[in-house]
């Protein structure tokens, strides 16, 4: 059995169980904004950093869409209701982070988030000292599915991609993943089938308490 040397996380959907908050300020945000199921675009943007979502709600929508608009409001929902009833983490992850710490194997973020964001909110969570890098969005030149965020947190933990393991919830994280040469495991979020790229996975688990109890089991082997 393959023995990782560090483990990398996407954040939004896979730390964090915030997609669904996301998803739900974004149908708010279209309906004042005059447009139907717009929540639901959620399913084609996710993974990508904000350059890429601009673009491919200009591509879709027009340019005269009001990105801007759209962005700040829906940002102020999601803050809204975080501030109200809090940020959840996702199932398992803290005795996943237990785990990595105690058999010394290092941690990385890989998210398409900004930096400032993706700092505030393993702060908040009280995590962030798990995590020996966090390679963001906005420190990268190319959004998922392009694989520099992941060969950057690789290079960060001081790794070769085929010594990482990563731990994805979107298509396109797994096909930044799987294109840096990364071991992937699927934790489904709000996509729950992926039949394109499932046979490319080293695993697919319900939460991320499963994986520490199969990486224990791998490392005994």
Excluded at 91 to 117: C, N
Excluded at 189 to 196: I, S
């Amino acid at each position: 059995m393959r023995q990782y040397r560090g483990v990398i996380f996407d954040m939004d959907g896979l730390i964090f169980d915030s997609e669904r908050i996301i998803m739900e300020a974004w149908q708010e945000m279209g309906r004042q904004l005059g447009y139907e199921d717009f929540g639901k675009n959620i399913f084609q943007t996710l993974g990508m950093n904000r350059e890429a979502r601009e673009k491919y709600f200009l591509d879709k929508y027009g340019e005269k869409f009001p990105y801007e608009v759209f962005q700040e409001g829906y940002r102020q929902l999601v803050q809204r209701r975080i501030r109200e009833q809090g940020l959840p983490t996702k199932r398992g992850l803290g005795e996943l982070l237990d785990y990595l710490k105690g058999e010394g194997i290092p941690m990385a973020v890989g998210t398409s988030s900004s930096r400032l964001y993706t700092l505030q909110k393993l702060q908040e969570a009280g995590i962030d000292a798990y995590f020996s890098a966090v390679i963001c969005g906005d420190m990268v030149t190319h959004s998922k599915p392009h694989p520099e965020i992941y060969e950057r947190a690789c290079e960060a933990l001081a790794i070769e991609p085929g010594e990482a393991l990563v731990l994805e919830d979107s298509r396109n994280g797994i096909r930044a993943a799987l294109a840096a040469g990364a071991s992937v495991i699927w934790i489904p979020d709000l996509v729950t089938e992926l039949p394109q790229e499932e046979p490319y996975l080293t695993a697919r688990f319900e939460h991320l308490g499963q994986v520490a109890r199969w990486m224990a089991r791998i490392r005994t082997a």
